[in-house]
T-cell receptor, first 111, second 119 residues
């Protein structure tokens, strides 16, 4: 079983739509969780950390369910500029810091 | 967001040659990482480097690879005898630890990458 799995995508949505991405992780020793955004042939950029209590940053809401080992990202009122690949990242603190990336979910927001 | 500079941005080399990829974090950090991403595939962990020693390495990071922090500032990834399958984007990353009131948060920040093409 892969360590971090994500919706395969791609997601093609119209501007203004709400879209949700799902991510599951297999290692219960995972300690911290993140969503990164990656534009084509660019570096991953931190979008937000994910906390057990859930957290929101403008149009973006992240949720964590430790019991189900599940993470989600919700984007409301999507913009053209939200088009990117969204990467779920899990930090597994077994032997020092080890950030494991999911395969990513591609989002295209259409005019 | 901390700045991480990688050089070169593009590197073209012949199969069997050695390449050195460089990473320069602007401010002092203790934890460094190298990741790679083959075109169309996911970001893969290569190695982490803490306090001037390798902390952890993946199966990909075999004897062909080595890392150094030669002068306390630059952080390098050396790939000896490059193979065609080494063609990828290589990202350096630094770990930033933020001490909050109730918890400590660790976040990873990436350089802009070096695109390595092995011919």
């Amino acid at each position: 079983r892969k360590e971090v799995e994500q919706d395969p995508g791609p997601f093609n949505v119209p501007e203004g739509a709400t879209v949700a991405f799902n991510c599951t992780y297999s290692n219960s020793a995972s300690q911290s969780f993140f969503w990164y955004r990656q534009d084509c042939r660019k570096e991953p950029k931190l979008l937000m950390s994910v906390y057990s209590s859930g957290n929101e940053d403008g149009r973006f809401t992240a949720q964590l369910n430790r019991a189900s080992q599940y993470i989600s990202l919700l984007i409301r009122d999507s913009k053209l500029s939200d088009s990117a690949t969204y990467l779920c990242v899990v930090n597994i603190l077994l032997y020092g810091q080890n950030f494991v990336f999911g395969p990513g979910t591609r989002l295209s927001v259409l005019p | 967001e901390p700045e991480v500079t990688q050089t070169p941005s593009h590197q073209v080399t012949q199969m069997g040659q050695e390449v050195i990829l460089r990473c320069v974090p602007i401010s002092n950090h203790l934890y460094f990482y190298w990741y790679r991403q083959i075109l169309g595939q996911k970001v893969e962990f290569l190695v982490s480097f803490y306090n001037n020693e390798i902390s952890e390495k993946s199966e990909i990071f075999d004897d062909q690879f080595s890392v150094e922090r030669p002068d306390g500032s630059n952080f390098t990834l050396k790939i000896r005898s490059t193979k065609l399958e080494d063609s990828a984007m290589y990202f350096c990353a630094i770990l930033v630890v933020v001490q909050g009131e109730s918890a400590t948060n660790e976040k990873l920040f990436f350089g802009s990458g070096t695109q390595l093409s092995v011919l």
